[in-house]
């Protein structure tokens, strides 16, 4: 008789462990929860956006896109499913493909995006689990990825390893593995020099990724650089190019083991060199204030012919200040700042242009999970105006 009770009991545990496996919280079509990054495509009225599962509230994450409206409204057109924890994504050239990176899975998934009558929708292009997609595999904790020029390759970099994985995109597998640093916060190809430059967190370094393409595959020569600097060891949690393509902006902070140090925020605007050795020729920095992070560019210009002077507006976002700081490059200084109270914590950030010295600016919180959307226009005398939100 025990031995009927202890199988039944044993049965029943196991039947309930697997029970417990399979009930998975599935976040709903749509929902805005720990944005981690965020495009606009170029049709001026789609935006995509990438909703992790970062509070764990959900087991799994969405790859969203939704219409904005002149008005500021959306209109929710499409979502899929992608493991956890999501972490960035790039879209190619054509927008029909999205490429998303895995923190948890170890690895990057693909999607198909198809323009429809009503908008865009996204498909799976592999095999699917029932809930997302079967994962490529490539390092612990992938992060920042970003195609190459020519559209073959995808680079993946990853927080843990420091590992940069390449992959070919018609074969959709893993060809090579090059080493960097660990901690990998950025990844963005710089077109006047050539290189990819990839940012790190407190390890006082840049890497300069230089790529060379033979008749029989693709050889990869990584540098290390600085901004020459004084720092105990500096964190650089973001990079993005100039619209003119000639030198990048660079989020960046002191990072030291004192908790009485001097962290010295500042946005850095440099150009890559290689004259004599691959180095970092800082150009300007501006001061800033609190925990700096996310960075968006906008491009602008004064006068006409002759007279026109062209520069950027800058906007670096701060999460213990709750507050995006706008840069003027031409005056090198702070011009304006968007504050907030205590229901955002201003976390990505992400600029498209609409036409000449005007544009939205998306503001993702990191509390209160929602996207901010503003009106910037140069010319008027306040530059930002709240255009809508996105939740």
Not at 219 to 234: K, L, R, S
Not at 332 to 354: A, G, M, N, R, W
Request: charged share 25%; proline share 3%; glycine share 6%.
């Amino acid at each position: 008789m025990k031995k009927y009770i202890l199988t039944a009991i044993t049965f029943l545990i196991l039947f309930s462990g697997c029970e417990q496996e399979t009930k998975k919280a599935i976040p709903p079509n749509f929902v805005v929860n720990r944005v981690t990054d965020m495009y606009a495509m170029k049709d001026g009225s789609h935006f995509i956006f990438l909703s992790s599962n970062m509070n764990r509230e959900y087991d799994y994450g969405r790859l969203l896109v939704v219409e904005i409206k002149d008005d500021g409204t959306t209109d929710f057109k499409d979502s899929i499913l992608v493991p956890s924890i999501a972490g960035k994504m790039s879209v190619n050239e054509d927008e029909t493909e999205v490429y998303v990176t895995s923190r948890d899975m170890q690895g990057v998934t693909r999607y198909r995006m198809i323009k429809t009558d009503s908008g865009y929708k996204f498909d799976f292009i592999d095999p699917t689990d029932g809930y997302t997609s079967k994962v490529l595999k490539t390092e612990k904790e992938p992060n920042a990825v970003n195609i190459t020029p020519d559209g073959k390759r995808l680079f993946v970099t990853h927080i843990m390893s420091g590992g940069l994985a390449v992959i070919d995109l018609k074969e959709w597998e893993k060809t090579d593995t090059y080493s960097l640093r660990k901690g990998v916060t950025a990844l963005i190809y710089d077109e006047n020099s050539g290189y990819f430059v990839a940012s790190h967190r407190e390890s006082g370094t840049l890497s300069i990724i230089d790529t060379i393409e033979t008749i029989s595959r693709l050889i990869i020569d990584v540098a290390e650089t600085t901004f020459g600097m004084p720092h105990d060891g500096y964190d650089v949690r973001s990079l993005q190019k100039s619209p003119d393509g000639l030198s990048i902006y660079a989020s960046f902070r002191n990072s030291s083991r004192s908790t009485t140090a001097d962290t010295a925020p500042q946005l850095v605007n440099f150009a890559v060199t290689n004259d004599g050795g691959v180095k970092t020729d800082v150009l300007f920095t501006v001061p800033l204030r609190g925990r700096i992070g996310e960075i968006a560019v906008m491009p602008y210009s004064n006068g006409e012919g002759e007279d026109e002077v062209k520069g950027d507006i800058i906007f670096i976002a701060s999460d213990n200040e709750r507050t995006v700081f706008i840069v003027d490059s031409i005056q090198k200084k702070v011009i304006d700042e968007i504050v907030y109270d205590k229901t955002c914590s201003p976390y990505q950030l992400h600029f498209s242009s609409s036409e000449k010295n005007k544009g939205t600016l998306f503001v993702s919180c990191f509390i209160n999970d929602r996207i901010k959307m503003y009106d910037i226009d140069v010319s008027t005398p306040r530059l930002y105006e709240l255009k809508g939100e996105i939740r």
